[in-house]
C-alpha cells in the first residue's frame, strides 16, 4: 500500500491558490487513473485505486495547510502504511514555474505543511517539489502562495499536471527516474535534434497548399520581363 498526499487548503476560496498545486496534482492522477470517487476520511478527502501492481491511497488534507500532519498521520495509522511508502507533492518557491524535483526525506525548508507532516511523522518520507517560483520578497510570500495562478501559468501547470499523471505509475513504483522522463516529455517534448521545444501547431491543409511555390514557365518569365 503507497500513499501519495496533496498538499493544499480545502474550500473553493484556495481552489485555484499556487498553495494548491499538492491537490491538484493528486486530483489529476485520481480522475486518469480512474480511482474511487473522493469521500470523506481521516480529517480529508480520500480515493483509492491501483496504478499498476501498486495498490494505493490519495489523501488532500482538510485540517488546512499549517497542520496537515494530522490528517497524514490518520491515514497512515489506519492503513499501515511505511513512511518510505509516503510521497507528498507540495508547491516549492525555490523552484521556477512548471518545473519539477522528486526528494526522499530531509528537511522541510520552512514550508508550514511539511513541518506539520515531520512533527507527527518524522521526515523519512518523498516529496514531489512542485515549483511556483518566488515572489522576489518574504514579505511578499504569503500573498503571492495563497494567489490564485494566473491565466498565463494554465498552459504549462496543465502540462505538469499531465506529466504528474503519466508518471503516477511509475512514482508508485519507485522509479524516480521514469517519473521524471514522464515530466519532461509534457513540460519539454524532445525534438529531432536533442533539444526541446513544444510540438508545433498542425497547418491546416489549405495554407499548405496557398503557401506551395508554383513553377513558372521560361515562356511566362519572358513575358513578364518585357511588361
Not at 501519495?4 to 499556487?18: I, T
Not at 530531509?106 to 517539489?129: C, Q
Not at 521545444?197 to 495554407?207: C, D, G, L
Amino acid at each position: 500500500m503507497k500513499l501519495f498526499v496533496g498538499l493544499g487548503n480545502p474550500g473553493a476560496k484556495y481552489a485555484g491558490n499556487r498553495h494548491n498545486i499538492g491537490f491538484m496534482a493528486v486530483d489529476r492522477i485520481a480522475a486518469d487513473h480512474d480511482f474511487s470517487s473522493w469521500r470523506r476520511g481521516y480529517q480529508g478527502q480520500v480515493a483509492e485505486g491501483r496504478l499498476g501492481s501498486e495498490k494505493l491511497v490519495l489523501l488532500k488534507p482538510e485540517t488546512f495547510m499549517n497542520l496537515s500532519g494530522q490528517s497524514v498521520r490518520a491515514t497512515v495509522d489506519f492503513f499501515k502504511i511505511d513512511l518510505a511508502d509516503i510521497t507528498v507533492f507540495h508547491d516549492e518557491l525555490d523552484l521556477a514555474p512548471g518545473k519539477c524535483r522528486i526528494k526522499q526525506g530531509g528537511g522541510h525548508a520552512g514550508h508550514n505543511g511539511l513541518r506539520s507532516i515531520h512533527a507527527h511523522l518524522g521526515e523519512a518520507y518523498g516529496r514531489v517539489r512542485l515549483g511556483i517560483g518566488h515572489p522576489g520578497h518574504k514579505d511578499a510570500v504569503a500573498a503571492y502562495v495563497l494567489h490564485d495562478f494566473a491565466k498565463a501559468d494554465q498552459d504549462w501547470l496543465d502540462d505538469l499536471l499531465c506529466g504528474i499523471s503519466d508518471g503516477a505509475q511509475a512514482l508508485a513504483e519507485g522509479d524516480g527516474q521514469r517519473f521524471m522522463n514522464a515530466v519532461a516529455l509534457r513540460v519539454a517534448p524532445p525534438r529531432s535534434s536533442g533539444g526541446v521545444e513544444k510540438p508545433a501547431k498542425p497547418v491546416p491543409i489549405a495554407s499548405v497548399k496557398a503557401q506551395a511555390p508554383v513553377e513558372i514557365s521560361p515562356l511566362a518569365k519572358l513575358k513578364d520581363f518585357f511588361r
